[in-house]
């Protein structure tokens, strides 16, 4: 089955038929993770061209220039020449205003932008859930984590960890709610604590934000060889994920 960044290429590239084009247009419309894969690989494609294009920018801009002030328009009326200075001037602005906006989103992802990576990539709100049978201490943890106060989720998971050390769901959401709060390092010790352990039924969710919080801090080297790990993994629930991104930082390499 075509994976979303597959599909993108094709897209870009041109090699949809008309009627899939429309259903893959209609798509990013509502699909924010189909709308944002989009944008993120068009932008890489900028990124590779600016360069070229700026360069053939110019050589347009000193073109219209030289017709701006040939000596062949010398002999059209008042009228025609003040048009035409008016629309090359107009052209030329226009193409200024392009030259810019090329080299501002050159400059911008000079960077190997990991935390837009991070962002489209980031969704543990699938997981942070309450069942019926959870206590008070923790349904008031994951509300506050719901609520996006994520310091003090985590400080409320990490209180809760204290009296169940061994409870890798409590490990593990405990380990979303610093990386969401921003506490990098301390995720990285909770997620690595769960793959210490014998194999568990968080291990493979463990390793797959694990590696997104490398993306984030700019370890992508380790990233990838996470990633590479999950990608090869049978069943792993991150797995189509993994291959994607993973895709996506050795292109930028």
Not at 52 to 65: G, M, V
Not at 119 to 145: C, D, H, N
Not at 234 to 248: R, Y
Request: net charge neutral; with cysteine; charged share 25%.
């Amino acid at each position: 089955m075509e994976d979303l960044f597959e599909k993108v290429n094709r897209y870009v590239e041109g090699k949809m038929e008309p009627a899939e084009k429309q259903d893959f247009e209609a798509k990013c419309h509502h699909d924010p993770k189909t709308a944002a894969a989009l944008k993120l690989w068009t932008d890489l494609d900028n990124m590779d061209q600016s360069v070229e294009t700026e360069l053939n920018l110019r050589e347009q801009l000193k073109d219209i220039h030289q017709q701006l002030y040939s000596k062949e328009s010398a002999g059209r009326s008042i009228f025609f020449s003040k048009k035409s200075y008016w629309i090359a001037a107009a052209s030329i602005a226009a193409l200024l205003i392009l030259v810019i906006s090329i080299s501002i989103l050159s400059t911008r992802h000079k960077p190997t932008g990991n935390e837009e990576l991070f962002a489209l990539y980031f969704k543990p709100e699938q997981l942070m859930q309450i069942s019926r049978s959870a206590g008070q201490p923790f349904a008031k943890a994951v509300r506050l984590f719901q609520q996006a106060d994520y310091a003090a989720a985590a400080a409320s998971f990490n209180q809760l960890l204290k009296q169940d050390t061994a409870n890798y769901r409590l490990m593990l959401y405990s380990g979303l709610a610093e990386t969401a709060a921003g506490n990098y390092e301390g995720a990285i010790i909770v997620y690595q604590d769960i793959l210490k352990a014998d194999a568990n039924l968080y291990s493979g969710y463990a390793r797959w934000f694990l590696a997104l919080v490398h993306i984030r801090t700019g370890q992508t080297d380790t990233a990838i060889e996470e990633l590479g790990y999950i990608a090869h993994t049978k069943g792993h629930p991150f797995k189509k994920e993994a291959t994607e991104l993973s895709a996506i930082l050795n292109k930028r390499r």
